[in-house]
């Protein structure tokens, strides 16, 4: 029991210390990228003298001297300190990821990249960086920088040493932060594909979103052009009714006689007269009907591009005759090569066109 209660407590303190650590490393990376930022070479630094003891860096005096000394030995690959303490901050939190690009290493492989990135990135720096006009204590690269720079130059020319240079601070990257190169351009890969389909998604959405509101317009457009079609003025047709016979009541009926004993057939029937005749039912076709069926034979002939006008229905027992009368121009051959045409489109058995 009291073993494990010892045991509980080392780790508790251990826990502490790691993140009294951390937030030790977060404490000195805030400070050294204030006291490089802040520098100044009208500061007093153990490089150079000045008159006055003003001190305009935001560190102080020891901030003044901390960025003047890191500037003359490493020159602007100095700023890679600041990224050291906060790497070694995240990797803390990130080593257990199974899944991370990043992969788990000894503080002193770490170290070791990290002193092969920064005299790698101060050398290139010399070779390369070395015409921007930017205050230093000494030259771009620093004091270490010229001189590798110099060394490699002179070795493998200023070409091979830029490679050499490009390929250390690769390597030295990797060991330092624990990158998988390989994983980071596999991660990039998927971003960038990811990143192409939803763009490709997006513009055939719009696409068809724009298409659609093009189909719109032209139904809208079509069915406006319609309406003004049916809405055209057309004048009365004169619709002739048939003539029904009055049928005689039933009353007339049994008043009338029929004579029982005039003209006596040989037969021994009797005769048909006596029998009462069939009530006959006429179907009479509406007026309306007969309107709607004229404008609709104008329409259908219109489609087919021939223009008519009806300007007379007559209704039949068995058939109704409409009587049109074509524009300037139509023929009456044309009309007659379009009748089996009309009858489908009206629905109808036949039609029978009769030239007058």
Not at 37 to 56: E, F, N, Q
Request: net charge neutral; with cysteine; charged share 20%.
């Amino acid at each position: 029991m009291a073993e494990a209660s010892g045991e509980l407590l080392a780790n508790r303190l251990f826990s502490l210390l790691r993140e009294s650590r951390w937030i030790l490393l977060v404490a000195c990376a805030l400070y050294f990228t204030v006291a490089l930022y802040g520098y100044d070479r009208a500061d007093p630094a153990w490089s150079h003298s000045v008159g006055g003891m003003h001190i305009s860096n935001p560190g102080g005096a020891f901030g003044a001297y901390l960025s003047d000394l890191l500037f003359y030995v490493f020159g602007f690959s100095a700023w890679w300190w600041v990224l050291f303490m906060l790497q070694r901050v995240w990797a803390g939190y990130h080593n257990l990821r199974a899944d991370s690009i990043f992969s788990k290493r000894t503080l002193w492989v770490s170290i070791a990249g990290f002193i092969v990135l920064l005299l790698s990135s101060s050398a290139l720096e010399a070779i390369r960086l070395h015409s921007m006009k930017v205050a230093l204590p000494l030259v771009h690269g620093g004091m270490l920088g010229m001189e590798l720079g110099k060394a490699l130059t002179r070795v493998f020319g200023f070409t091979g040493a830029t490679l050499l240079l490009l390929a250390l601070i690769a390597a030295g990257f990797s060991l330092f932060s624990g990158l998988s190169w390989l994983r980071f351009v596999d991660r990039l890969g998927e971003l960038l594909e990811t990143a192409y389909l939803r763009a490709r998604l997006a513009w055939q959405t719009r696409q068809d979103k724009r298409i659609g509101m093009q189909a719109t317009h032209e139904r809208v457009a079509v069915v406006e052009e319609e309406k003004k079609k049916r809405v055209e003025d057309h004048q009365p047709i004169y619709i002739e009714m048939p003539l029904l016979e009055v049928a005689r009541s039933a009353r007339a009926a049994e008043e009338k006689q029929a004579p029982l004993f005039s003209d006596m057939p040989d037969s021994p029937l009797p005769p048909l007269h006596l029998l009462d005749q069939a009530a006959q039912h006429v179907e009479v076709v509406s007026a309306d009907t007969l309107e709607f069926t004229s404008r609709l034979i104008e329409r259908k002939l219109k489609d087919f591009g021939v223009e008519v006008k009806v300007v007379a229905a007559y209704p039949g027992p068995v058939i109704t005759r409409y009587e049109i009368e074509p524009a300037v121009g139509v023929k009456g051959s044309q009309i007659t090569n379009l009748v089996k045409d009309l009858a489908r489109a009206l629905s109808v058995v036949s039609i029978r066109l009769v030239e007058t």
